[in-house]
């Protein structure tokens, strides 16, 4: 069974922190990995390709040195390698025109205001890796009881 | 599914084990085999058997792999055209006969594996022009509002369409209906258990009531030929009650072990009937081929000629275009053509025949014989896949039915095919039995241990019913 990759990147230490430790009950099934900047993001990625793993899910910050969170997610969308990526902005300074960018350009899968809940980013990561398990064609019974159902449902539909 | 099995077994053994026994078998001397005048071809089969039960019980690759490595490698070691190295004895005595290399290809589009792409062609087609979830719509009305009533609706619903539908893309479409009702009911409530759990039961016994119901009884089918032939409306009129009977113990059982707590419940299904040219053309090709089905040879077509008439029908309007094409389960078809490819290997070679012979089978009861090889088949089924199942155990049993006498006032190989088939489908009592039992179980709505308690019960008093089943028609004189 592959293990899948969710990468969390945020420069505030304390965030990030907070992010992982939240997502903490998935770490049974998904590998989550972090990062403290886009850069960062990029190198990482580009590694867990060159050994054949899976980007699945990226949560990213906005507001961060160098390459903003925007700037990094239409990055990644446009590499044909992480065409099946799902994407999260968890952010609480975008302005309104990053967040037309985030949904045009980088096409965001969701967007979280901060503060947020950790019932619902759960929920959320799961519902995108469950869509990612079936975009690439993996075996769903490997992952079966950890997926969302209801995505489980309409995508064998 | 896969996830449950790994742990019982380190990954290590999963492997090796499938792979040392047959190559073992593969290597010992002919004199080391406990059988008088066994060829070299037939101990290739032996390992080959071997090695495709180990993989289907062990999983150490998909099921489906499991049958192209079949395929391929009776194509390299027992065929005409195999390996040269391994064909330098032909034509000695102790080599034994070499099947020809286009009858094993042939077994991927043999007339079973056309019986089920036509089902496949209808399934998609209703899916597709919205035809199941409207008559399960339409269907599910009478049932009114009590959750009991309801369950029955649901349940009769889940079994008439997997009797022609796939059994997991059935539990898929009710489970998708039924969640968004569950999630209303109280948390402790063993309602939630009960619609979760009646849909795979329904699904599980729904598929044993046609030919294309579910693939054990299509290789079942294989091997009634000749004198023991079944058509697909005789297969309905036993298959039919059967389900009938089950259904409703099934309903009851679970009615008694989780009493809902909700006293109404409402199913909520937004859709409704397509009039577009190309969805009556689906409606009334899904008609004609059932009708078809059901009057058996008066009109001169088999079950497999009729099957074809919707894979043309909907290929010619356009229904079903080449990107529906590409999400036929190719796996499942795969999966019964190696089962296929085994049973010719034993026949063909005259292997069946010669182990069955060389047991002592007629100083056996012939009822310890039917009971033996009908628990074995429950409780394979109940640990892995039902087809895989069948196409181990259905060769043997032809083989067995063919040449054991003492079984013959039972209802000879018609009996103990037929009451092998059902129990193959009533293997339902872990999350790993079938697919739909893995989906029910993914809801969280029911605990292991609860369909443990259904399907031990079901599985046990379906195979007594299917004993009670072929008593009656050997009575009546319809098995010969």
């Known amino acids: 069974m592959d293990k899948l990759n969710i990468i969390c990147v945020d420069d505030q230490q304390e965030v ?37 793993e899976m980007v699945a899910v ?67 990561v799961r519902t995108l890796v469950t869509k990612y398990i079936f975009d690439r064609g993996l075996d769903y019974t490997h992952y079966q009881i950890h997926l969302d159902q209801n995505v489980v449902f309409s995508q064998l539909r | 599914m896969g996830g449950d099995k790994n742990s019982i077994m380190h990954p290590y053994l999963k492997v090796t084990i499938p792979l040392v026994v047959p190559l073992l078998i593969l290597l010992a001397p002919l004199s080391a085999f406990p059988i008088e005048g066994i060829t070299i071809v037939q101990q290739r089969v032996i390992a080959i058997f071997f090695l495709a039960a180990l993989c289907w019980v062990f999983e150490p690759i998909p099921i489906y792999a499991t049958s192209v490595v079949i395929i391929v490698l009776q194509l390299l070691l027992v065929s005409n055209k195999g390996i040269l190295l391994f064909r330098l004895d032909e034509g000695q005595a102790h080599f034994g ?76 479409m009710m489970l998708s209906i039924l969640t968004p009702v569950i999630a209303v009911f109280g948390p402790q409530d ?11 039961v329904a699904a599980n016994i729904g598929g044993i009531g046609t030919p294309i119901g579910t693939p054990p009884n299509a290789i079942a089918l294989k091997y009634l030929t000749g004198d023991n032939l079944i058509t697909f409306g005789e297969w309905m009129t036993f298959g039919i009650p059967f389900v009938a009977i089950m259904m409703t113990l099934a309903w009851l059982l679970i009615n008694a072990l989780f009493k809902s707590e909700q006293t109404k ?13 190309k969805a009556i053309v689906v409606y009334l090709t899904f008609a004609l081929t ?18 074809m008439i919707p894979v043309a029908l909907f290929s010619i309007t356009g229904i079903i275009t080449k990107e529906d094409l590409k999400k036929i389960s190719w796996d ?76 013959a006032p039972l209802g000879g190989e018609m009996t103990l095919i037929l009451t092998v088939t059902f129990a193959a489908s009533l293997g339902m009592s872990l999350p790993i039995s079938t697919p739909p039992n893995a989906l029910a179980h993914a809801t969280g709505h029911v605990q292991s241990h609860q369909m443990a308690r259904v399907g031990m019960v079901l599985g046990v008093v379906g195979v007594l019913l299917s004993f009670v089943m072929v008593w009656i028609l050997n009575i009546a004189g319809y098995i010969r």
Not at chain 1, 43 to 48: P, R, V
Not at chain 2, 112 to 125: P, V
Not at chain 2, 265 to 277: E, G, M, Q
Not at chain 2, 339 to 355: E, N, Y
């Open chain 2, 332 to 407: 499942v078809l795969w999966l019964v053509s190696g089962g296929i490819a085994l049973g010719l290997a034993l026949d063909k070679t005259g292997l069946a025949q010669l182990v069955v012979n060389s047991i002592p089978f007629a100083q056996f009861s012939p009822y310890m014989v039917l009971f033996g090889a009908t628990l074995l088949c429950l409780l394979m089924a109940n640990f892995m896949s039902h087809t895989a199942t069948a196409n181990l155990l259905m060769p043997i049993m032809a083989a067995l039915g063919t040449s054991m006498t003492s079984l």
């Open chain 2, 290 to 307: 059932i009708v078809l089905w059901l009057m058996g040879s008066t009109h001169g077509m088999n079950a497999y000629t009729v099957a």
């Open chain 2, 190 to 200: 063993p309602g939630k258990t009960a619609f979760a759990l009646c849909i795979p």
């Open chain 1, 16 to 52: 990030l922190s907070a992010v992982l430790q939240d997502l903490q009950p998935l770490a049974q099934w998904l590998n989550i990995e972090e990062c403290e900047s886009a850069d960062e993001v990029l190198e990482l990625i580009e590694e867990l390709d060159a050994e054949g």
């Open chain 2, 97 to 172: 006969e070499l099947l020809p290399y286009n009858e094993i290809m042939a077994t991927f589009a043999s007339p079973i594996i056309m019986l089920f792409l036509g089902g496949f062609f209808l399934a998609m087609a209703a899916t597709k022009y919205r035809l199941d979830i409207n008559l399960a719509r339409v269907l599910l009305k009478p049932f009114g509002e009590n959750p009991k009533h309801v369950m029955l609706g649901l349940m009769l619903i889940t079994g008439i369409f997997s009797m022609f539908m796939s059994n997991t893309a059935t539990t898929v």
């Open chain 2, 265 to 277: 419940i409402k199913i909520n299904i937004k859709s409704r009937f397509l009039k577009t040219p």
């Open chain 1, 58 to 124: 990226i949560i990213s910050d906005h507001v961060m040195p160098g390459k903003t969170g925007v700037e990094l997610l239409t990055e990644i969308a446009s590499d044909h390698r992480f065409i099946q990526t799902r994407k999260v902005l968890l952010t609480g300074q975008a302005t309104h025109t990053d967040t037309i960018n985030a949904i045009n350009k980088a096409g965001i899968d969701h967007y979280f205001e901060k503060p947020w809940q950790a019932e619902q980013l759960i929920e959320c």
